[in-house]
């Protein structure tokens, strides 16, 4: 069986992944500086996923390939510095489900990577410095939980999410979450 | 961070345990394998850079002969951000000035000018010396020259929508179409500085030994574990210095497949240690993930994604100026690790093998190759 699914959903960045996440220090670090970042840590990602599996009566284990995007822009309280984020994850791992009658509770776990875009337009008594970090975690991990409900071949698909994935500003050697904890909905279409 | 480590832990050891099942399951997770290819970047050409492959080994007393070709187009100018080079400075020959920020200073780390295609052959041969270890031979011979590629390549970024004048594009369209130019430059000195075209120089030679240690089961996957030893030939003189090291280098790659009906998914993540890297990275990690999915018993169809770190270190190099467009010469982008993607078709019967296939760069990061394809073909018995 396949499923391919879009998915929409909110993402908390500044929220660690319990158990696996740490919290971040990047944007604090340029907030002792620039004043209170005007926005929140959240992002909203979103999420192609591709699902193939086998069945063993009620139950199912499968592999699974998402694909994760999404941009987000900071600025601070005290002065004109902005930071832009771009990000694009690309995740893949083992899931597990078991098949009831009307609805399909999941979980799973994997890895893959992110590569990111950091731009910063930092303001300091009336300078401005420029930087752009291309980088890439290249070893995440995340864990999920979930479920499916279907609707004759397409269906509903709800997840919580929770991504430990930290990238290092060179700029100030500090990390940056580009996980945290995640809650999607979307629609998936079973082949 | 226990998490991710008990869970590793318990995999290792339910492979252990999982020999008996794994006898009676008859290698439901062995598939054609993934897409062997290497990275093609030109400063990795001269070293030993770990591919990924199947769990599967020949069996006891088979061999197998194949020939290989890889075209790798690579276009990096690291200068392009400020114009400092293009077609009229690459007429001229470059010169270290070139590599100057554009206040006139020398720019910290590596700089790059690099127009180029790479055509790696390889003449390859494995033997099963047990029904699970196998040995293989590898011997490339390395062209670079200008190739033919970059107009289709620019037209390609044309129809979807990148300018071939911005970093996007990596400022193709400063400099002349299929030539060939290959400069390093390390905190303001040459590490290597070439115009002149080479063709089919003998690589040095690498051998290879690989442990199937479980064909798996029904809940575990098979696993296989790769070590790759690339023999050492000092002779670099003239531009052979542009595809030998020189020295000894080795890795590895831990390996697993999981079959899933007709799908079967490979993960592996690996190391390979340079033993003289010249002022590059002394070793470098991979990984990749594998999707194949069998149309028949003889052919696949395969997705790829392979992570590698770079071959260039970590420098000094700040990634902040008062300067907008010198902060893009700064090196920030050659040292990350990059990722490409590959598509691929492999097919194997009784006596032929074939494989061919493309990867694309995603992140367009200074550190790889734009496009390659590849093909494999050959014989077993």
């Known amino acids: 069986m396949l499923y391919f699914a879009l998915q929409y959903g909110n993402q908390d960045t500044g929220s660690p992944a319990p158990v696996v996440g740490s919290k971040d220090a990047y944007l604090s670090t340029l907030e002792n500086i620039h004043g209170p970042l005007k926005e929140n840590r959240e992002v909203s990602p979103k999420v192609l996923s591709f699902d193939f599996y086998k069945t063993s009566g009620s139950f199912a284990s499968g592999f699974g390939l998402e694909v994760h995007s999404y941009n987000k822009s900071y600025s601070f309280e005290n002065d004109d510095s902005s930071v832009n984020l771009s990000a694009v994850g690309l995740l893949y791992g083992l899931n597990f489900y078991y098949r009831g009658d009307f609805w399909y509770p999941f979980m799973g776990f994997g890895t893959g990577n992110y590569s990111v875009k950091v731009e910063e337009q930092l303001t300091t008594e009336g300078s401005t410095t420029y930087g752009t970090v291309f980088g890439q975690v290249d070893k995440p991990f995340y864990y999920k939980f979930g479920v499916r409900i279907p609707l004759n071949g397409i269906g509903i698909v709800f997840t919580q999410q929770y991504i430990s994935a930290d990238l290092k500003v060179e700029t100030e050697n500090k990390p940056l979450s580009l996980g945290g904890t995640a809650s999607f909905i979307g629609l998936y279409y079973a082949f | ?381």
């Open chain 2, 1 to 381: 961070m226990k998490i991710k480590g008990l869970l590793v832990f318990l995999a290792v050891l339910q492979i252990f345990f999982s020999r008996e099942e794994s006898v009676l399951a008859g290698g439901e997770n062995f598939g054609l394998g993934p897409l062997e290819i290497r990275p093609q970047f030109l400063v990795n050409q001269p070293f030993l850079a770990m591919s990924p492959e199947n769990t599967l080994t020949l069996k006891d007393g088979e061999s197998r002969l194949s020939f290989g070709l890889e075209i790798s187009n690579t276009f990096v100018n690291t200068q392009g951000p400020t114009g400092q080079i293009t077609k009229t400075e690459t007429a001229r020959g470059l010169t270290l000035t070139d590599f100057l920020d554009k206040d006139g200073n020398t720019v910290n780390g590596f700089s790059l000018y690099l127009d180029a295609e790479s055509k790696r052959k390889k003449i390859k041969y494995r033997y099963g010396l047990s029904d699970s270890l196998e040995f293989k031979l590898e011997l490339p011979f390395v062209s670079l020259d200008g190739g033919t590629m970059d107009s289709t390549i620019e037209s390609v970024h044309s129809m979807i929508g990148i300018s071939n004048f911005k970093k996007g594009g990596a400022y193709r369209a400063l400099s002349e179409r299929n030539q060939y130019d290959y400069y390093v430059v390390k905190d303001g000195q040459f590490v290597f500085a070439s115009t002149k075209q080479i063709y089919n120089v003998r690589g040095e030679p690498n051998m290879d030994l690989k442990w199937n240690l479980s064909e798996g089961g029904k809940v575990m996957p098979a696993a296989s574990i790769k070590l790759s030893y690339k023999f050492a030939n000092t002779d670099r003189s003239g531009e052979q210095k542009l595809i030998r090291s020189g020295g000894v280098d080795w890795g590895h790659y831990f390996i697993l497949s999981k079959g899933f009906d007709n799908w079967i998914v490979y993960f592996g993540d690996g190391q390979t240690r340079i033993g003289n890297d010249h002022g590059f990275a002394s070793s470098l990690f991979h990984r990749f993930m594998s999707m194949e999915y069998r149309f028949s018993e003889e052919d696949s169809f395969v997705f790829q994604t392979v992570s590698q770190s770079s071959i260039f270190p970590t420098s000094s190099a700040s990634s902040r100026s008062t300067s907008g467009e010198n902060q893009e010469q700064r090196n920030s982008n050659l040292s990350v690790p990059t990722s490409v993607s590959a598509f691929g078709y492999k097919f194997l019967s009784d006596l032929i093998f074939w494989e061919t296939g493309f990867v694309q760069d995603y992140n367009n990061f200074g550190n790889e190759t734009d496009f390659v394809l590849f093909w494999e073909m050959g014989v077993h018995w």
